[in-house]
C-alpha cells in the first residue's frame, strides 16, 4: 500500500509539476521509508521475542518483589486451609517418618548431621519444618496412597516456613506438575511462567521488567511441586533426570508423588532418585 501510494504521488508530481517537485517528493518519500524501522523495530522486536528484551531486576526490586510474593502466597494459602478446614479445630495427627523403601539417596548426601532422621506429626507441623531446615539441600520428598495427606502436608509446612522464616530463605511456591512438560519447557522457564501466570502482580514495574525470571535465577523461590503421580509414567522419570540434571546445590525442593508412582519413575531402566533429597512417608494410624 505504502508503494502503490508512493508511485502514484510521484507519477501526479511528474506528469502536472515538473522534474524538480518529482525529485523533492521522492527525497521526502525516501526519507519517511527511513524512518518505519527505526519506529517500529523496537516494539516488534518486544512482540516476537519478549524474553530477549527482558531485563534482569535490580536488587532493591527483587527484595521487595521476594516480599510481596511471600506475601501474596501466605494470604493464599491460609485462605485455602480455611477452606479444606486444616485447622479445624486442629491438623489431622498424622506422623510422618523416613521411607525404608530403596528410593532414598545415601544418608551422606543428605543431611550434615552424623545421623539422618526425619520424624514428626502434622499437628506439630513446626518440628517438621525444623527437620527440613536440618536437610544439606533442604529437599524433600512426600510419598504415600491417595488421600494420606501427601499435598496436605506440604501446605502445611509452606505456610509455617512463610510465617516464621528464617533470614534469606527462598520463597515457598506450590505447583502441580500436571502442567509441566520437560520435553519442551526448561525447568526454570515453566517457573518463571507459572509465576507470571499465578502472580501477575508480580509484572509491576516497581520489580523490574523481568521479576520473575530474576527470582528464580537467584534461587529467591522454594518450589513445592505437587503430583508428581499426576503425569504419564515415562514424564515421571524424565522429571526426576531433568531435575537432576538442573538442580545446583543452591535449589531446595519439596516433591509430593504416590508411592507406588515414586517407586516405578526410581526403578526405570533410566530412572533415578532426587538427589540430596530426603524421602518420607506417613505412618499408618490405627483405627
Known sequence: MLLVGSGAVLTYFLRFRGLQDAANVAALISLGFAAVPLLTSRRLWRQISPGFSA?????????????????????????????????????????????????????????????????????????????????????????????????????????????????????????????????????????????????PALRATEFGSDAPGTLVAQRKILPVLDGLDELPERVRTQVLITLNATMTTADSMILTCRTSAYQSAVAAPEGDILTGGAVIEPQRADP
Request: proline letters at 6%; a negative charge.
Open 55 to 199: 531485563v534482569a531486576s535490580n536488587p532493591q526490586q527483587v527484595t521487595l518483589a521476594q516480599q510481596t510474593l511471600a506475601a501474596l502466597i501466605l494470604a493464599q494459602w491460609r485462605s485455602e486451609a480455611a477452606v479444606r478446614q486444616l485447622d479445624d479445630p486442629a491438623p489431622l495427627a498424622v506422623r510422618w517418618r523416613l521411607t525404608e523403601l530403596a528410593v532414598m539417596d545415601h544418608p551422606s548426601h543428605i543431611t550434615r548431621l552424623d545421623r539422618l532422621r526425619f520424624d514428626g506429626c502434622t499437628d506439630s507441623i513446626d518440628e517438621l519444618v525444623r527437620e527440613f531446615r536440618n536437610l544439606r539441600y533442604h529437599r524433600l520428598v512426600i510419598l504415600g496412597e491417595s488421600g494420606m495427606g501427601k499435598t496436605t502436608l506440604a501446605v502445611l509446612m509452606l505456610r509455617e516456613l512463610l510465617e516464621h522464616p528464617d533470614p534469606g530463605e527462598p520463597v515457598p511456591v506450590l505447583l502441580s506438575l500436571s502442567s509441566w512438560d520437560p520435553a519442551t519447557e526448561r525447568l526454570h522457564a515453566w517457573l518463571a511462567r507459572r509465576l507470571k501466570e499465578d502472580y
